[in-house]
């Protein structure tokens, strides 16, 4: 059973930056399209980040040019950095893969919180 451990959240000023990260158990992760995804207060989980297994980003709107997802496959660990943050980036942020039909058992998540 492959386990997700997100960490690298906390409380960051407006503007500020955090860096999360996602260690995946299992032998197969360099081959899995990964992402990260965050569900806000209140809110329906959303996706923030894809990365493919060859390195391929994209971005939804909302936070392409201050989120940047990557990859080290060799420590089975995918990465979110996160800069200029604001307030509505709030969330409890949450890797897995990213095909829908393939995802694994979620994780904790990391709870990222942006405020004065």
């Known amino acids: 059973q492959v386990q997700l451990v997100e960490s690298g959240g906390g409380l960051v000023q407006p503007g500020g930056s955090l860096r999360l990260s996602c260690a995946a158990s299992g032998s197969s992760f360099r081959l899995w399209s990964m992402a990260w995804y965050r569900q806000g207060p209140g809110k329906q989980r959303e996706l923030v980040a894809t990365i493919s297994a060859s390195g391929t980003t994209n971005y939804p709107d909302s936070v392409k040019g201050r989120f940047t997802i990557s990859r080290d496959n060799a420590k089975n660990t995918v990465y979110l950095q996160m800069s200029n943050l604001k307030p509505e980036d709030t969330a409890v942020y949450y890797c897995?893969?990213?095909?829908?039909?393939?995802?694994?058992?979620w994780g904790q998540g990391t709870q990222v919180t942006v405020s004065l």
């Open positions: 897995n893969r990213a095909l829908a039909t393939m995802r694994l058992d």
